[in-house]
């Protein structure tokens, strides 16, 4: 599968944002999908993850609750929605694809990952 994400840019503290990633093929509905972001400076750390029919979502702390994954297997896209964002939310953000058993350790780890989008800059202004 190939996944294009988008949707980042500048935003102030306090804004929202709403990323997307498209994916390809036919067989999305099959894949555990991820969102991870990068800071400059700092090691890829896991955001967000749902599961094939879009029904069970995990959330890294930093996130939770003022976030939401979700998925349309119909338009294969992943959506992550992020509210109340802050300048240390500002990194290049990653969707990312799997297959296999859906839990939470496998999840938020970024090496049960298979296929990766190209990354969407977010910059959070304060």
């Known amino acids: 599968v190939q996944l294009q994400a988008c949707g980042g840019g500048l935003v102030q503290a306090g804004g929202s944002l709403r990323l997307s990633c498209a994916a390809s093929?036919?067989?999305?509905?099959?894949?555990?999908m991820g969102w991870f972001r990068q800071a400059p400076g700092k090691e890829r750390e896991f955001v967000a993850g749902v599961n094939w029919s879009g029904g069970s979502t995990v959330y890294a702390d930093s996130v939770k609750g003022r976030s939401t994954i979700s998925r349309d297997n119909a338009k294969n896209t992943v959506y992550l929605q992020v509210n109340s964002l802050k300048p240390e939310d500002t990194a290049v953000y990653y969707c990312a694809g799997r297959r296999g058993n859906w839990g939470t350790s496998t999840s938020v780890s970024y090496v049960s990952y298979d296929y990766w989008g190209q990354g969407t800059l977010v910059t959070v202004s304060s």
């Open positions: 093929g036919r067989t999305f509905s099959s894949y555990i």
